[in-house]
T-cell receptor, first 115, second 109 residues
C-alpha cells in the first residue's frame, strides 16, 4: 500500500517568508509525528498528533512554528517568517496509534533551504 | 549529555567484516528502534524492541534493559549496508522518539 508522502520534496525560500509543508500519513494511522534534521545533526522531535489533537508540542522551537491536522489525515507544518536556522529536512512519520508497541513509518522528507 | 548516545560516530569496514554499533540511553523507555538512513535521506525502520534479541537476515539487534544499552550487529557486511544507522528510544506515552546522533557506516569492497 501507499506509504507516508510529503510535499514538496524540496523548498527554497527567502528569509522572512512563510512556508507550508504537507504530510499525508498512511491511511488509518491515527498517530502522526513531525521531526527535523538539521545538516550534520541528529533528528529532533517537533510535534505529535493523535487524531486531530496535538497532545505533545514540546519540540516546536518557537512560536513561528505551528502545525495542524485535519480529518485524522493530512497534516501541515507552517513556519512563519523563516530564518536561516530553519534550514533542515523536515520528516513526517505515522503509526497505527501513539504509544509504544507500534512501528513508525517515515516519509521521504521535505528539504527546506532558507536563503 | 544527550539522552541517547551512539558509538562509534563513524565506522569504516571491509566487506565481509562483522560490525557492531552501540547505543546507550539514560531515560526510561518503552521501546528502542534501530533505523537506517541512506544517502538521499529516506529512513527505514530496521528493528523495534523492548527486550531480548531480534534477527532479520544479516542484522541482529539486542537490548539490555537493566544496562540501558542496545547493540546492532551486521554479519558479513556488504557495501550496500553503507548508510547512517540511528538508534532512537520511545519515552513516555506519546510514542515520540528521542534520537541518537547516528553512526555513519561505510563498507568498502
Amino acid at each position: 500500500g501507499a506509504g507516508v508522502s510529503q510535499s514538496p520534496s524540496n523548498k527554497v525560500t527567502e528569509k522572512g517568508k512563510d512556508v507550508e509543508l504537507r504530510c499525508d500519513p498512511i491511511s488509518g494511522h491515527t498517530a502522526l509525528y513531525w521531526y527535523r534534521q538539521r545538516l550534520g545533526q541528529g533528528l529532533e522531535f517537533l510535534i505529535y498528533f493523535q487524531g486531530n489533537s496535538a497532545p505533545d508540542k514540546s519540540g516546536l522551537p518557537s512560536d513561528r512554528f505551528s502545525a495542524e491536522r485535519t480529518g485524522e489525515s493530512v497534516s501541515t507544518l507552517t513556519i512563519q517568517r523563516t530564518q536561516q536556522e530553519d534550514s533542515a529536512v523536515y520528516l513526517c512519520a505515522s503509526s497505527l496509534t501513539g504509544g509504544s508497541g507500534y512501528e513508525q513509518y517515515f516519509g521521504p522528507g521535505t528539504r527546506l533551504t532558507v536563503t | 549529555k544527550n539522552e541517547v548516545e551512539q558509538s562509534p560516530q563513524n565506522l569504516t569496514a571491509q566487506e565481509g567484516e562483522f560490525i557492531t554499533i552501540n547505543c546507550s540511553y539514560s531515560v526510561g523507555i518503552s521501546a528502542l528502534h534501530w533505523l537506517q538512513q541512506h544517502p538521499g535521506g529516506g529512513i527505514v525502520s530496521l528493528f523495534m524492541l523492548s527486550s531480548g534479541k531480534k534477527k532479520h537476515g544479516r542484522l541482529i539487534a539486542t537490548i539490555n534493559i537493566q544496562e540501558k544499552h542496545s547493540s546492532l550487529h551486521i554479519t558479513a557486511s556488504h557495501p550496500r549496508d553503507s548508510a547512517v544507522y540511528i538508534c532512537a528510544v520511545r519515552s513516555g506515552n506519546t510514542g515520540k522518539l528521542i534520537f541518537g546522533q547516528g553512526t555513519t557506516l561505510q563498507v568498502k569492497p
